[in-house]
Each structure stands twice: as C-alpha cells, then as structure tokens.
C-alpha cells in the first residue's frame, strides 16, 4: 500500500514514502460442499468456486514513491503502482515531459494536483478495459490509487490528497501539520497518544531537520510495527524524504541509490 507523510512547517514541506511494492493476487478454489436443499431437504455434496482475495506473493523494494513535477512540487503517490502496464512514477514523469513541450504553466499546487488525479484516471479506464471491466465495477468510495502533491501557492504551503477511483477526488490541506496517507493506522494511533495540545508535536516551532526526523519516525515506527506484526507488510524498504521550499523548488535530502550490485566494480 505504501506510506505518504509530508510536513508543513514555517520553512518548507518535507515529504517522504516508503520503496516498498507488493504484487498480490486472487483466484478461485474448487471445493465440495455439503448443503441441504431448502425445497426437498435432501442433503447434496456439490461442486462451488470459492473466491480467494488478495493475497500478497512477492515484493520488490526499490519503487519510485516519491519524485518531483514541474521541479517545484512533491509527488508521492500509494495504492496501486501499476496502470495500462505503466508505473505511476513512469506515467506521471511522462505527463510532466508533455505539458513542458506545451510550455504549460500552471497557478498553484491543487491546479497540478487535479491535472494529474485527471491523467491517472485517463490510465485507470483503460487498466479495467484489460481487466474488461468498467469504472461501475469499483466500489463507489474506493479509492485505487491515491497521491500527496505538495507545493506552495505564493508562500502558502499545501498539500493536496488525491482519490483515483470511480471519480476524481481532490482534498486540499493548509496550515501548519502533517498529512499521512496509505497505510497510516500507525500514524493514527501514535497521534492518538496526544491526548491534549501540550502533548502536540509544535509544528509552528519545527526546523527542517525536525520535520526530516519525524516524517522519517512516523514511516521507519510504520516498517518496525509491520515487521513483528502477522500481517503482510505493507510499508518497507528504503525511505525517500525531499524538501520543497518556494525558493529552490524540489530537493531531495534522501533519496535510495539504484544500481547498488554496481558499487565497488
């Protein structure tokens, strides 16, 4: 599923993610049931499919979660990595390159957000025309990709949630705090334990290391829950955190090195 976290403090937005990416798989079990007829009251042994649900079977650790767009904005997106046989990052990265050619310029951080959710939905059609299915198939809440895009709108800091599903959904969040979205009943509960305002993290007072800390806290507390839970993780590998400020843009203050069996040759 993967965990966005980003922070928004007085001197920029620190936004972080997960690597980690879980293939699953469902599929149907032939069994024999006994059962009774409701009209003739004879017992019957007969022949069902029982579905089978998502079952987790490989992950792979080194998914592109977060990147930047338009090299001012954060992106980090969760749900599902792969559409019409293209990654997120992939698809994202390549919709950034074709409003560029266009010398497409736009106002503000829930502009880029609703562009993007409106793209990603574009791709979501066509993985259910593979799939032959419709967008009525989906749940009407269900959301099957979901993204953080942050930025700034002058010197305001934003971030902007977005729901791909049935429909596009676009919720903007202003001021001063911190978003989480994917598999965030860690954060949830750790918020929790502030059981007054004294107990708050001050936000207003975090420098950007503190936000690079926390943000790191809530997603590294997230793996080492997952790990010695007996539940699938869903949150792993290594954690990608940037910075975006209205003067430099994206910056990346951790980001995982790709080709590690290459180093020392």
Known sequence: MTLIVSLRIPDGIVIAGDSLSTVSRTGQLDVKIDTVCPNCKQKHNIQHKLPIPNVPITTFSYAQKVFPFYDKFGVGTFGAGLLANQSVYFATRLMEQKFKNKNTEFEGVTEVAEQIGNEIHILLKKQLEIEKKTLDNLKPDQTV?????????????????????????????VGLGFTASG?????????????????????????????IDYAEFLISTTIAHQRFSQMPSKVGGDID?????????FRWIRQKKLGKILEGR
């Open 145 to 173: 990709l979901g993204l953080q895009v942050v930025g700034f709108d002058g010197t305001e800091p934003k971030t902007v949630e977005v729901s791909v599903g049935r429909a596009v959904k676009v919720l903007p969040q």
């Open 241 to 249: 955190i940037a910075l975006v400020t209205p003067f430099d843009g």
């Open 183 to 211: 598999s965030n009943e860690i954060v949830i509960t750790i918020s929790k334990l502030y059981k007054n305002k004294s107990q708050m993290p001050p936000y207003p007072l975090f420098s950007l290391q503190d936000a």
